[in-house]
């Protein structure tokens, strides 16, 4: 293990899980950069090379760094729920960038109803969607600001600077392939909002910043493109400390960075809503929601995440579970699993069990109270190596966090309670994504999947944090909760790392 892979540098040796107690300074302010598509190999090598000197000094040096698990599917604004209002897609009912509802989808005359794609100007509508059953970190701290925030509820008036404005700029981002000068006028206008009087500063600022991910995509997550992004981000970090520096508080800042997500180059797609078009099937697909006859429904997300949806006999009401869609949708089942290019698919199975299934084994896991189970035929696909395990939920994270598939009976298992999820499940394997045509311009690295390279996150904090990791991104809500003395009012499943 090189000395940068140890997950606090400079700070603190590993210790357990904290009582609270090692909150050592009086916190004024706490900010959240959310730094979107951040590798941490990547970000390791950089730092080590000295191309990142304020991460360096900032945050390595001074603070905290641990190995971070973000969310499934592991793809912008879905995962940025964990830190943002403490829950998981699954449990916000927002199991994607794109999905359907099966409860509610019809193709009448005039339009389909019952699905969503938050890609392009619909981002707007998360913020809509975001279920009463939860509370934002905005809500928690009344006097927070953001920037170009898609998740802004208990925000007040004027306090989302750049977002209603930031459109025309996100429509060239797009078709640009970089977003340097996106995040630069985010940061201008972050800075700007931090003029006037110390007694006036928010306590929690939100940032997220969306070069290293925009470039990733275009380019690739190691291409010298992507590499800069990076280095532009730490002249942001830099900058903002600075400021903070020059109104006197960064003394009183707890600062933090973390991902949402990985990267992995992408060399070919498969048209997951081709293949299945080929089976017979009438695919719903976005943005093509004209109305019409249809039978299957494919949402991708990342690209490498898809959910896929199925009708019953002409029925929508309800997902399928186990014998039921084995029976009906046997073909679709057995060609998927038999893919290249699909790592597994899964699926609700008897019971309340979720079935994984790739082209050499079959997995079962269940969760009984506090535990898992979990089994399988043939090939494990999870690669866990533990069939017939009872696991404890507190041993889910750290038994898997150095697998092929980090956190992945938690993760499976939250992404399966939103009855929103598909029938079906689909990731793609590392090269490939599952968007075919529809991606334009041409994705050259995809996200969204449960393998380590898209799951594996940086968590930094300026401050030295008594839990060194591995941790989940939703550990991030109650830590900052705890920074500002606030204790989150909705049941939620992250941890404080204090
Ligand atoms: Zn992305």
Redesign the pocket.
């Known amino acids: 293990m090189s000395r940068m892979t140890e997950q606090s540098v400079g700070a603190t040796e590993t210790l357990p899980w904290s009582s609270g107690a090692a909150r050592s300074a009086d916190i004024e302010l706490a900010i959240f950069v959310l730094a979107?598509?951040f590798r941490p190999d990547v970000f390791r090598a950089l730092c080590e090379s000295g191309k990142l000197p304020n991460f360096s000094r900032y945050l390595l040096r001074e603070g905290s760094h641990i190995e971070g698990v973000t969310v499934l599917p592991s793809?912008?604004d879905v995962a940025y729920l964990p830190m943002l209002t403490g829950q998981y897609p699954g449990t916000a009912n927002m199991p994607g960038i794109r999905w359907v509802d099966k409860s509610q989808f019809t193709t009448g005359k005039f339009g389909v109803s019952g699905h969503r794609s938050y890609v392009g100007p619909a981002h707007f509508r998360f913020n809509e969607d975001l279920p009463a059953s939860l509370e934002t970190l905005f809500e928690l701290s009344p006097k927070s600001m953001a920037v170009r925030s898609d998740i802004h509820r208990g925000l007040s008036s004027g306090s989302n600077r750049f977002h209603g404005g930031s459109w025309p700029f996100m429509l060239f981002s797009h078709y640009l392939k970089r977003a340097d000068f996106v995040d630069r006028f985010a940061v201008n206008s972050l800075v700007k909002g931090l003029n006037g009087d110390s007694g006036d500063l928010p306590r929690f600022i939100f940032l997220p910043l969306l070069d290293v991910?925009t470039a990733s995509?275009a380019r690739g997550p190691h291409h010298q493109r992507t590499l800069k992004a990076y280095q532009r981000i730490d002249g942001i970090i830099g900058s903002i400390v600075s400021k903070l520096k020059n109104i006197g508080v960064w003394d009183r800042t707890h600062l933090m960075v973390a991902s949402d997500?990985g990267h992995t180059q992408t060399y070919d797609h498969l048209d997951l809503t081709k293949l299945i078009s080929e089976l017979g099937y009438s695919v719903f697909e976005h943005p093509s929601i004209y109305p019409r006859k249809v039978d299957a429904a494919v949402a991708v997300s990342?690209n490498a995440f898809g959910n896929v949806y199925v009708a019953s006999e002409g029925r929508w009401e309800r997902a399928l579970i186990g014998d039921e869609l084995e029976r009906e949708h046997r073909q679709m089942l057995d060609i998927l699993r038999g893919r290249p290019e699909v790592e597994w698919a899964a699926y609700r199975h008897d019971n309340g069990a979720i079935k994984i299934i790739s082209d050499s084994g079959a997995g079962l896991m269940n969760r009984e109270g506090e535990r898992f189970t979990y089994s399988f035929d043939g090939a494990d696909p999870l690669e866990l190596g533990i069939s017939g395990a009872s696991i404890h939920e507190t041993d889910a994270l750290e038994l898997t966090a150095e697998g092929r598939f980090p956190d992945a009976l938690e993760q499976l298992w939250q992404i399966f309670t939103s009855e929103r999820t598909g029938d079906l499940v689909v990731t793609s394997k590392p090269g490939y994504d599952l968007r075919g045509k529809r991606e334009w311009p041409e994705h050259r690295s995809s996200?969204g999947a449960l393998c380590s390279e898209h799951m594996k996150v940086p968590i930094l904090s300026n401050l030295p944090l008594a839990v060194s990791g591995p941790a989940r991104t939703v550990d991030i809500f109650p830590t900052i909760a705890e920074s500002l003395e606030l204790t989150s009012t909705k049941p939620i499943p992250g941890r404080s790392l204090w």
Request: negative net charge; hydrophobic residues 10%; without cysteine.
């Open positions: 979107d598509g793809v912008t991910d995509h997500h990342g996200h």
